[in-house]
Nanobody, 123 residues
Framework: QVQLVESGGALVQPGGSLRLSCAAS????????MGWFRQAPGSQRDFVAT????????YYAESVKGRFTISRDNAKNTMYLQMNSLKPEDTAVYYC????????????????WGKGTLVTVST
């Protein structure tokens, strides 16, 4: 069992920046791949970014490439999502997730989920 807690969600203006954090506990953090997903109002949960257990591989949705950066600090049992040049369409509840490592994008292997943190991009 892995417990995940997101933080950092806020109201931000278009073009602004925000950093989300995900604190993990319960099992060996370094053994899991992790990722960020988001769900906009009335929409399905979408993949945002993932990162391998040691941070060696990262994957991004096309919609956020060049704007978002996923990272992790295993010594602190924490994962981050740096979001720059935010757009209104980035508005969503952002979820932290963890799961078994895979050879490619671990998008489909996520087993543990946080409760989410709300990011609202609006004037």
């Amino acid at each position: 069992q892995v417990q995940l807690v997101e933080s950092g969600g806020a109201l931000v203006q278009p073009g602004g920046s925000l950093r989300l954090s995900c604190a993990a506990s319960g099992r060996t953090f370094s053994s899991y791949a992790m990722g960020w997903f988001r769900q906009a109002p009335g929409s399905q949960r979408d993949f945002v970014a993932t990162i391998s257990y040691n941070g060696g591989r990262t994957y991004y949705a096309e919609s956020v490439k060049g704007r978002f950066t996923i990272s992790r600090d295993n010594a602190k049992n924490t994962m981050y999502l740096q979001m720059n040049s935010l757009k209104p369409e980035d508005t969503a509840v952002y979820y932290c997730a963890a799961g078994p490592n895979t050879n490619g994008n671990p998008l489909y292997s996520m087993e543990y989920w946080g409760k989410g943190t709300l990011v609202t991009v609006s004037t």
